[in-house]
Nanobody, 117 residues
Framework: QVQLVESGGGLVQPGGSLTLSCAASGIDFSNYTMTWYRQAPGKQRDRVALINIQGDSHYADAAKGRFTISRDMTKNTVYLHLNSLKPEDTAVYYC???????????WGQGTQVTVSA
């Protein structure tokens, strides 16, 4: 059974930081591109950052310079470090696993990030 379990969300003041985690099980983590998405109320789900199996990362413009994605192959976990948070970063953040060699794709249940004074 495949599971992606996100954690680390919460309420933070503007300018603050959070680290989101996504622990994967039931997949060969080393053969999956891992991506963080976010969805604000009433808006579409947007890609925030991804990291491929070589460890190369790519960021949406809104995330560049403030967010960092990383992965730990020994823990089957991908992280999203959120810095200099703004109210417009408020959203549910989702973890996605995309298989490199097949069409398999999986989503986590999401973790809420709220940036407010």
């Amino acid at each position: 059974q495949v599971q992606l379990v996100e954690s680390g969300g919460g309420l933070v003041q503007p300018g603050g930081s959070l680290t989101l985690s996504c622990a994967a099980s039931g997949i060969d983590f080393s053969n999956y591109t891992m991506t963080w998405y976010r969805q604000a109320p009433g808006k579409q789900r947007d890609r925030v950052a991804l990291i491929n199996i070589q460890g190369d990362s790519h960021y949406a413009d809104a995330a560049k310079g403030r967010f960092t994605i990383s992965r730990d192959m020994t823990k089957n976990t991908v992280y999203l470090h959120l810095n200099s948070l703004k109210p417009e970063d408020t959203a549910v953040y989702y973890c996605n696993a995309d298989a490199v060699l097949t069409s398999h794709r999986y989503w986590g249940q999401g973790t809420q990030v709220t940036v407010s004074a």
